[in-house]
């Protein structure tokens, strides 16, 4: 028998219907496994909660708490989401890129944990502005953010990498590590404790897999070489998966992203750009553009190089591309409510013989 309190589970009292209680530790495809008191178990969604699911962020995601109906001589059927205490999302954009796309989906990369690891390698590749959109989602996530900066033994100032992170990352704890070196490592204990999940973000190639390996001891997953040319990764890690660390703490290893949509972020753009925003109520009218205005804050602090450039373009960019993404999403929610009226209609309709009631 499993102890599934180990694995976070702290729900009060007994499941309902006989239901046994698990956490998604793997997802791939249509199917999951699910850790439970009583061991690994295949599963999938029952039938009746693909209809109950009214958005695809309501289906099970790896870090997920479910209810089963268990079968122990073939695969379980997932019933029941349990609520999420933290999830890490992004823009899935249904198209031809974020210019061009049809819908935007919310897509549920990891849930219910601690801490938000934010890795990114110390090479060529390095920049600043990638980790801030990190830091944009993972401020609305439930959990805490870190920055890690990987392959440390590999840099030649990874002080000065330190340095530029917290700049555009106030109060964001940044470490550089080497997982090969094991520079860093140590600072990582903190976070790691028994009971706690993180999750590990990032590009592919940035050192993910290296590190989840270093923290479990042997090599849980195969690890693949960059590419030279421009020291991008390839992918190593193809599913999203929970490991139990020997600390008692938990990992979720997900996939390399080659780009990060924004989605519902006003609330991390305000906080990764409060500087920016604490202008805006220095301006001489409420309803300043910020461009030409007479008293207008943002104007003068671009002027005097109290506010970059580079960093004001930043935020607007940011903030257009969550307002397009929150259109988006808000004009397929509107649809699927229509789209369930009519069909309710149409059931009650043939329902009455052709009727109106």
Partial sequence: MFDIQQYGYNEAGAPPGGL??????????????????????????????????????????????????????????????????????????????????????????????????ITTSLNKDFKVSRIARYLVQARRSGGQAVVLLTKADLACDADAAVSAVRMIAPGVPV????????????????????????????????GKTSLLNALMGWEAMAVRPIREDDDRGRHTTTRRQLFMLPSGAMVIDTPGMRELGLFDANEGIGASFSDVEE???????????????????????????????????????????????????????????????????????????????
């Avoid at 590590?177 to 990032?202: C, Q």
């Fill in 20 to 117: 046994l209680p698990g956490r998604v530790t793997e997802l791939r495809r249509e199917q999951y496994t699910v850790i439970t008191e009583r061991g690994e178990a295949a599963a999938f969604l029952k039938g009746s909660f693909h209809y109950a699911a009214a958005k695809r962020e309501d289906f099970p995601c790896v870090g997920d708490f479910v209810f089963l109906q268990y079968n122990d001589s073939g695969p379980s059927q997932i019933v029941q989401l349990l609520p999420r205490r933290s999830k890490f999302s992004r823009a899935d954009f249904s198209g031809h890129g974020a210019g061009y796309a049809k819908t935007v989906l919310e897509q549920v990369i990891a849930a219910n944990f601690d801490v938000v690891f």
């Fill in 175 to 206: 470490h550089a590590v080497s997982s090969r070196t094991g520079i860093g490592m140590d600072a990582l204990n903190e976070y790691l404790l028994p009971g706690k999940t993180a999750v590990f973000l990032g590009m592919s190639g940035v």
């Fill in 279 to 357: 202008l805006f109520m220095r301006c001489r009218f409420t309803d300043c553009g910020h461009q030409r205005e007479p008293g207008c804050a943002v104007v003068s602090a671009l002027a005097d190089g109290s506010l970059t450039q580079e960093r004001w373009e930043r935020y607007r960019a940011q903030k257009r591309e969550n307002e397009f993404a929150d259109g988006k999403a808000r004009y397929l929610r509107e649809k699927r409510r229509r789209d369930k009226d009519i069909s309710k209609f149409c059931r009650q309709y043939e329902k009455h013989g052709g009727k109106k009631r």
